[in-house]
């Protein structure tokens, strides 16, 4: 069990389809941790006077992370089982690669494809019908994706950026070796509640894993805080 190397991963859980589970080929070597401070909360207004509180905010700090990480065919038809290393002998890491970019498209909300739907619209516009409820294209969403980072740190996200380096192609042109650069923004239980209806699943499954972590790092700083105290206990001054 020592040797044991948890892998990072991404998985993506759409309306109707099965999970888009993307498990990281090599861990990122290096990964920045971002965090803005939350909005500041409107100044309170009465009749004579506008008051406001300069450490009063509206909801929970901004976070992100973003990373590199690198795919590459060779190895995984070296070490993956038959079915894996079949893929990868046929088509590279373009199915990898395919998995991070979908990630960026969202669908209608109502587990139907965004590119199915504005298809079948232009579809039924060139064909010359007028049913409203086909050509009209609904609202986009986002689907759900969860970033794990070990037992300890799973967190829903939005994929806000994705940058492929493709290096190397094999004889038919399929990328066999590449780097993929992800900025991911940590979704807030605000977000998901104004996203989500009460009865989705999905969306109390983002919003547990969200707290979840948050519990983990409050139980982690009370660590600290008992250690930081006898640490400079020595420290303070003498009461008189």
Do not use: C
């Not at 037992?151 to 004889?171: A, F």
Request: glycine letters at 6%; charged letters at 15%.
């Amino acid at each position: 069990m020592s040797g044991l190397v948890v892998k990072g991963a991404l998985v993506e859980y759409p309306q109707t389809r099965v999970p888009n589970v993307i498990i990281f080929q090599y861990n990122p070597e290096t990964m920045t941790h971002t965090w803005t401070q939350p909005e500041p909360a409107p100044a309170s207004k009465t009749a004579a006077t506008e008051t406001s509180n300069p450490l009063a905010v509206k909801g929970m700090p901004g976070e992100s992370f973003s990373f590199t990480i690198a795919m590459d065919a060779n190895d995984t038809i070296a070490d993956a089982t038959p079915p894996e290393a079949t893929l990868a002998r046929e088509s590279g890491i373009y199915s990898r690669l395919a998995a991070l970019e979908l990630l960026l498209y969202p669908s209608t909300g109502t587990g139907t494809s965004l590119t199915g739907t504005v298809s079948a619209a232009i579809a039924d516009s060139l064909s010359g019908k007028q049913s409203k409820a086909k050509s009209t294209v609904p609202q986009a969403v986002m689907p759900v994706t969860l970033f794990i980072w070990g037992s300890d740190r799973i967190v829903p996200v939005r994929v806000t950026g994705l940058t492929i380096t493709e290096k190397l192609y094999d004889s038919t042109l399929n990328p066999i070796h590449a780097e993929a650069q992800l900025t991911l923004r940590v979704l807030t239980p605000a977000e998901l509640a104004s996203a989500q209806s009460d009865n989705d699943a999905l969306g109390q499954l983002a919003e547990t894993a969200y707290l979840y972590t948050l519990g983990l790092r409050e139980q982690l700083a009370a660590k600290n805080r008992v250690n930081g105290s006898q640490s400079t206990i020595g420290t303070l001054p003498p009461e008189n």
